[in-house]
């Protein structure tokens, strides 16, 4: 693929969760996720990609090259198959496994037709074996900025699933119903939420990976669309009011030597430590307030000043049309710096 990008990247989301579970920890009952030690909210890596994911497949019809490899409820050996029979020697299935080059040509197949492949890599050995990719974006567990109180509430359920083990037809299911007592066809449960919290993400972006899953400028901006949008498509009863927070803030490392060859090296390899990138970017609670109950109790602040030589800060948001739009170097409105 053409444009492959040439640069390194760092970036960092904030989203916040209102009366409801941003992600539920099959651990504990789908209680929201939490730090134990400090009770900090917790959102997967796994979570926030599955909605990268479903963005995606809704924006792109789930069609190749931007088809999603990892779909929900779905059987990856298929695609592997498809890998194996649209390249050279077709599909078939040996007691010995695929050679060495039938899956190099399997593997860049999957690349070029799935978006998830190409961006997050995939596991791909099972079946007739595409091999495994290690995918240029990386994104880290999200982590709330204050603690967040996961609790649950009884619901009541206005309808039972009783399994009437001698019902032979839906009649003798109205039969049973119509014997039962009002009280007895209600049943209670339970609802995990927290009343808000605001989350930080974090993002890695390797030109050097990129080259190996052919990971380009266009993917990149369609990576910018599906986290700005990935939760406006995913609103539901258990996630409450859950928003990505504009901008979106984005570091790029474009190089200081003045040797071009050089300053395209430096351009992958990176100018500054993650780290001491994220740093610049402080998230606090206003004066006065105790319990943040939405996104205006919190100050956002840049520290654009510090920013190190041969890096860009970059603010992605989205503009008119819902088309994304970048600014470089200049903190929009709404964002304090220093």
Request: with cysteine.
């Amino acid at each position: 693929m053409s444009n492959i990008i040439e640069n390194r990247y760092e970036f960092m989301f904030l989203f916040d969760c209102t009366n409801g579970n941003p992600n539920g920890d099959p651990d504990a009952g789908n209680l929201p996720r939490i730090d134990p030690q400090d009770m900090h909210g917790l959102v997967s890596d796994v979570a926030v990609k599955r909605r990268i994911r479903n963005y995606v497949q809704f924006a792109k019809d789930n069609e190749m090259p931007n088809a999603i490899f990892i779909e929900h409820a779905s059987n990856l050996n298929k695609h592997i198959a498809r890998a194996h029979e649209e390249t050279e020697g077709g599909f078939a299935l040996k007691e010995k496994g695929a050679s060495k080059d039938k899956v190099k040509n399997a593997c860049r197949w999957m690349c070029e037709n799935f978006y998830d492949v190409r961006t997050f890599g995939a596991v791909m050995s099972t079946g007739a074996n595409a091999g495994q990719v290690r995918g240029p974006v990386q994104i880290a567990f999200s982590r709330s900025i204050d603690p967040v109180l996961a609790t649950d509430m009884s619901i009541t359920r206005m309808a039972v699933t009783e399994n009437i083990k001698s019902a032979k037809s839906s009649a003798d299911y109205i039969t049973w119903e119509n014997e039962q007592a009002d009280d007895t066809l209600r049943t209670m449960g339970r609802k995990a939420f927290i009343p808000y919290g605001l989350y930080q993400g974090k993002g890695f972006i390797s030109a050097n990976l990129a080259e190996q899953t052919g990971f380009n400028e266009d993917d990149l901006s369609l990576l910018w669309d599906a986290i700005l949008g990935m939760y406006e498509h995913d609103h539901s009863a258990s996630k409450g009011e859950m928003s990505v927070r504009e901008p979106i803030f984005v570091f790029k490392h474009v190089g200081t030597d003045t040797d071009q060859k050089q300053r395209i090296s430096q351009a992958k390899l990176g100018c500054a430590p993650a780290h001491k990138l994220f740093d610049l970017i402080k998230i606090t609670k206003k004066p006065n307030i105790v319990y943040p109950r939405s996104f205006s109790d919190y100050d956002v602040i840049f520290n654009i000043s510090d920013l190190p030589l041969g890096v860009q800060a970059g603010f992605v948001s989205m503009g008119d049309g819902g088309k994304t739009k970048i600014i470089w170097n200049k903190v929009p409105d709404g964002i304090k710096s220093i």
